[in-house]
């Protein structure tokens, strides 16, 4: 009795600081959440202690509450628009917008160190905002961002002292000046990362080769494609410490002296893991890199067009590699030696080298896939352009590779069969979902019916992230995405022939998922607006540029659907193609 | 609402097959051959009808409802590919990437000839609060674009967008009419940084020069019209 009471009285009475520093240990978005759940005061502990918040939709959230609830936050991470808007899909404008995060964390977290934005609207005042409010700012991740300027890094690159980290990937800028590079100050020495790929224009140059060579923790270095190759060699040679390595176009007038410069830079390089770039490919410089390949455990060849017999060359040398990125260029014969090759192989992506020709340009077939799947047992993310597929081939790659966690499969042509039977490729997929029990992510493509998404209502337990498109027959097959997939956070879907009664019926299932996309398929207006009525937590925005939906009959599909749910209301910055369904009746007619 | 074109020399200004001179695109095989011309270049009594005609509510529905874009058809030639949009699923800033193709000369036929570049470009309307962004690639003709651009700012225009017909470069007087009107005409700033009235050159190498289009008021455009003229007599 006395043994009990004692236990109770050390629960009660146990310091917050040691419970802090317990909690310290744990990092994971989603540990943290269920350790707010316990009771009040670990709540109350644990958001005072909480250092790194991931908002997965900025619309979700207004800045305020998450300043109200965890007022210590060192590192946001933040994401904008829906994934379509990669290819095309959203309009410009949609939204998006950092700026009135910015600058509510300006003043309530003088603190932050890390800001990481995915597909976010971010201008030149936003960056001078970031570069002067944050005295200990050390983390900027721009991926697939826009709305700046070379004058926003210029400012970013003069105040922040104690900049580690400068991540544009992917990002649309204004290349205005190639000196912002200099704004730097010579006495700054404190550079890590640095990813500059996205940028039109060359760079000051010497400003750079200063800036790598003073850095001495410089780990990352990705070049622009405007970056000359016969410079590459000096620059390495101010940092053999580098890991990762960008490289800028890959071609140059073939002069001796400039490969063999390179080489032995290359040969300097004992840390070296990770390589990319090579725009441009002027294939006999590739042995240059030839010294670093047996370490190399990351390789992106994807804007590289170089020919099989020179990918496999280059590959067939990379034992160690885990993660390659390669156009199609690659063939099933190179995949054939990939797979014979590179036994510690994770990741694949195969990007299509020509996806508008009408016809195959290279002999990549699923026969690479397979040859890969059977080859490399770690292999679990696969993403994979092809222009054939066959059932017998998925089921033999879900039979290799039950352990796969992201399977994304595009064949180029919407609703193509199964080319050796003709029929749909549901039983393929169904394989898929069927073995590979961990599947968080997928991407279907080819001839799909109903069934397919029956299959992945009933097994696909684990599944996050689903992508559709020109499949189904009908609102069953929504129906069974939406009532099976347990785990399902986003689902984007475009040209299927979905509509009112799915959604409907599933209404509840979307306060549990992140979002919902729709586009080219067949829910009413009256659907969309019946949503957000009855939805309170939930934004129905109903994308289209036609004009007012409400001057069309409710009957009237939409273009374009998107659904996410929010604690914070309709949002107020949407552009004129975008109306909220409000969740009263009564809204403007 | 806009009229379907006046009937002013459509022929003519129709981009059919077979250019004079066998300029841009297919390259022989056209059922219809213009004088051909020494030079090979066109004037602009060629360019094709630049109407930007609004659509009625009608046309707009029956275009939405089916999203693959379809292509001037002609039998001498193979039908295009029509293009889906963000079909297949490649990232802009890919397509954007593949497009920029630096001269190398160890570049094989192959691999240049293959890819279909992607040509985005932003465009502004003016007056309209938002910008826009196009894949030029995405379009066979002028009038495709004018289609598709009509479309897009529909929502801005008061009507005024197109009903004067097409921008007949060869008449001046008709041209300085529309130009000195509050008529909304397309321009394009080219890889030199010029401005340009849409229109004055072949298709294909408006695609491959325009880095920006710009919807402006005819009256603004007015001090373009005699550069472009210029430009096309120093081009040829």
Known sequence: ?589 | MATMGHGLNLKETELCLGLPGGGGGGGGGGSEVETPRASGKRGFSETVDLKLNLQTKEDLNEKSASKEKTLLKDPAKPPAKAQVVGWPPVRSYRKNMMAQKVNNTEDTEKTTSNTTAAAFVKVSMDGAPYLRKVDLTMYKTYKDLSDALAKMFSSFTTGNYGAQGMIDFMNESKLMDLLNSSEYVPTYEDKDGDWMLVGDVPWEMFVGSCKRLRIMKGSEAIGLAPRAMEKCKNRS
Not at chain 1, 281 to 288: D, E, G, M
Not at chain 1, 414 to 440: M, N, W
Not at chain 1, 558 to 579: A, F, N
């Open chain 1, 1 to 589: 009795m006395q043994q009990q009471q004692k236990v109770a009285a050390l629960s009660y009475s146990f310091p917050e600081e040691v419970l802090e520093h317990v909690f310290s240990f744990i990092d994971s978005t989603k540990d943290r959440g269920s350790i707010s759940l316990v009771c009040k005061s670990w709540y109350e502990i644990e958001r005072w202690c909480r250092r790194r918040v991931f908002v997965g939709n900025c619309y979700a959230i207004t800045p305020a509450m998450v300043i109200k609830r965890f007022p210590k936050v060192r590192s946001i991470t933040l994401k904008g628009k829906p994934h379509f808007a990669d290819f095309n899909l959203v309009p410009e404008g949609w939204g998006g917008y950092v700026c009135p995060w910015i600058k509510a964390m300006a003043v309530a977290f003088p603190c932050l160190e890390e800001i990481k934005l995915k597909r976010m609207v971010i201008s030149d005042d936003c960056l001078d905002l970031i570069a002067k409010s944050f005295k200990n700012f050390k983390v900027l991740v721009l991926i697939s961002c826009e709305g700046f300027t070379t004058d926003g890094l210029a400012s970013i690159a003069a105040n922040c002292r104690n900049l580690r980290e400068l991540d544009l990937r992917e990002s649309e800028v204004e290349d205005i000046c190639g000196h912002w590079l200099s704004h730097f100050p010579d006495s700054y020495t404190s550079l890590v990362s640095l990813n500059i790929s996205c940028l039109a224009n060359e760079v000051n140059f010497p400003a750079l080769e200063r800036l790598v060579s003073r850095c001495p923790n410089m780990h990352t270095l990705r070049l622009n494609r405007a970056a000359p190759l016969d410079k590459l060699a000096n620059l390495l040679r101010g940092a053999p410490q580098l890991v990762e390595l960008g490289t800028g176009a890959y071609t140059s007038e073939m002069r001796p002296e400039v490969f063999t410069n390179l080489a032995a830079a290359f040969s300097g390089c004992k840390q070296m893991k990770g390589l990319s770039g090579f725009w441009d490919v002027l294939p006999s410089y590739l042995p240059a890199v030839y010294p670093v390949c047996s370490r190399l455990t990351s390789l992106n060849l994807s804007y590289a067009t170089i020919q099989s017999p020179d990918l496999i060359k280059l590959v067939g040398q990379c034992q160690s590699l885990q993660r390659l990125w390669v156009l199609d260029y690659i063939e099933d014969a190179g995949l054939d030696m990939l797979a014979a090759s590179c036994k510690d192989l994770r990741e694949l992506r195969v990007f299509p080298s020509d996806p508008f020709g009408l016809e195959a340009n290279v002999a990549l077939t699923e026969q690479g896939l397979v040859s890969v799947s059977e080859g490399c047992p770690k292999l679990h993310s696969v993403l994979y352009f092809c222009r054939q597929m066959t059932n017998a081939a998925l089921n033999t790659i879900a039979r290799n590779r039950p352990n796969m966690t992201r399977f994304r499969l595009c064949i180029i042509e919407p609703r193509t069969p199964d080319y050796l039977t003709l029929q749909s490729l549901d039983s393929g997929f169904g394989a898929i979902v069927e073995h590979c029990k961990d599947l968080q992510r997928l991407s279907l493509s080819g001839l799909l019916t109903d069934r397919v998404f029956e299959h992945i209502g009933t097994y696909a337990k684990k599944l996050e992230m689903l992508s559709v498109a020109f499949a189904g027959d009908s609102d069953l097959g929504l129906h069974h995405v939406l009532s099976g997939c347990d785990n399902l956070r986003k689902l984007e879907i475009r040209d299927c022939p979905f509509g009112d009664k799915a959604l409907l019926a599933n209404a509840a299932k979307l306060e549990t998922m992140r979002s919902l996309w729709m586009s080219s398929c067949s829910v009413s207006y009256g659907a969309c607006k019946l949503l957000g009525q009855k939805l309170p937590r939930l934004n129905v925005e109903v994308i289209d540029e036609r004009g007012p939906p409400n001057l069309r009959p409710d009957s009237n599909p939409v273009e374009k659907l998107y659904i996410y749910r929010t604690i914070s209301g309709p949002r107020l910055d949407m552009p004129g193609y975008v109306w909220t369904m409000e969740d009263d009746s009564a809204y403007l007619e």
